[in-house]
């Protein structure tokens, strides 16, 4: 089952300055071979179920490992059995009826 | 890793209707021996984080076969290394501060 | 034009106990006279959509006010015109079902 | 106050195809002169607090006046006191750290 989803990751009792933890889990997805796309309050993430949930499972292991004692994480996930679609195809259904 | 969860599922392509299909997600949530708790925009779940994942692919799962050619969902996701705190501790830790 | 919201504020740049400051935007929220139910991870909220957003603005500024430097709140919001329905009337609806 | 969002709306009871939705509330958005920012699973926006929330207030009212009976949103939102910073600052002080 493919998921587009939309990751946003905020560590707790870390202080203010919290884009280093974010860029560490960059870069767990990208080690993960997951197609991803930074934005300004997350990151969208298109892949094989499993494949995306063991790599956000690792992005909180490797925060928690740089010191951040808890994490709170949104996500939004979206699946379909209609047909597939990318995340730049989402977008330019958009973009095309602007 | 133990995580505590909140899910809202939500069907598109069904209609207006939604709740026969977040009561199948509940059942399934049940069924995985999930400590949950429902809400007026969502379950709280309590786990291990493979077995609350396991179960919410299920869920979508299920929700797919009943019909639904399109889910969205939102989840919220904390993980703690600090302690360890329960749903209800959660609450009364707010409750005890009214 | 009424909404049923689900509110999550999480405090950042104030260590790991967030329980005073949720408390406070519960309160917040009781004293704008909305109908509110709290639960594990957020806060159910139902009311009009001028007052109901009127007291997260407030609650904001109390926990900005408390000391927290940066706030990171994730909401779900419904609304529907096709008929109004209540945050108890939406609980019972799923758990007739299961 | 100053806050940036990230907005996520589903209509519901108008079958699957979403996008003229989303792209009539982008507009409302652009029309309301905020900065915003497209993105696979919602959009970016920054401004003035009052400002974002009528913007987001007068969607749902376009989306429903659209036909659609019933609206699930998510919003992220942050605040903060410390210091002023844009979502293009957000995203580039991910990025350097990569």
Not at 46 to 60: L, N, P, T
């Amino acid at each position: 089952m493919k998921v587009i989803a939309d990751l946003s990751v905020v560590p707790i009792g870390v202080g203010v300055s919290l884009s280093k933890y974010i860029a560490a889990c960059e870069r767990v997805l990208r080690e993960a071979g997951l197609s991803i796309r930074l934005h300004g309050y997350g990151t969208n993430i298109e892949g094989e179920w499993d494949e995306v949930f063991a790599a956000i499972r690792r992005c909180h292991e490797v925060v928690h490992e740089m010191g951040a004692p808890r994490i709170s994480t949104t996500l939004r996930l979206g699946t379909r059995t209609d047909r597939s679609q990318t995340i730049d195809e989402k977008v330019r259904s958009v973009e095309t009826k602007l």
